[in-house]
């Protein structure tokens, strides 16, 4: 199992697939069980650090990352760890 990480205390992070639709949050970890799926999670700009903000929670998880809009399953979301907006800062 990979995963890539932003240093941070636990306080205030949850899964992508928890964040409301419209709000904004900051990447903080990209936990796989997959093998390969952090390093296409990365291809794709899904890193430490990186804007998120969610567009669509059902029946997908659709969310902008930066300027890339990306759809993605339910357990791949519940694998990338955000921190709201306002915390991140």
């Known amino acids: 199992m990979s995963s890539m990480r932003l240093a941070f205390s636990s306080d205030g992070v949850f899964a992508l697939s928890s964040l409301a639709e419209g709000a904004g949050a900051m990447v903080v970890e990209v936990r796989a069980h ?3 799926r952090v390093d296409r999670l990365m291809a794709l700009g899904v890193t430490p650090g990186a804007r998120i903000t969610m567009l669509q929670r059902f029946p997908g998880v659709v969310f902008l990352c930066d300027q890339t ?7 791949v979301a519940d694998a990338i760890f955000v921190r709201n ?3 991140a800062s």
């Open 34 to 36: 997959a093998a390969g």
């Open 85 to 87: 907006q306002e915390s």
């Open 69 to 75: 809009e990306l759809a993605v399953e339910r357990g």
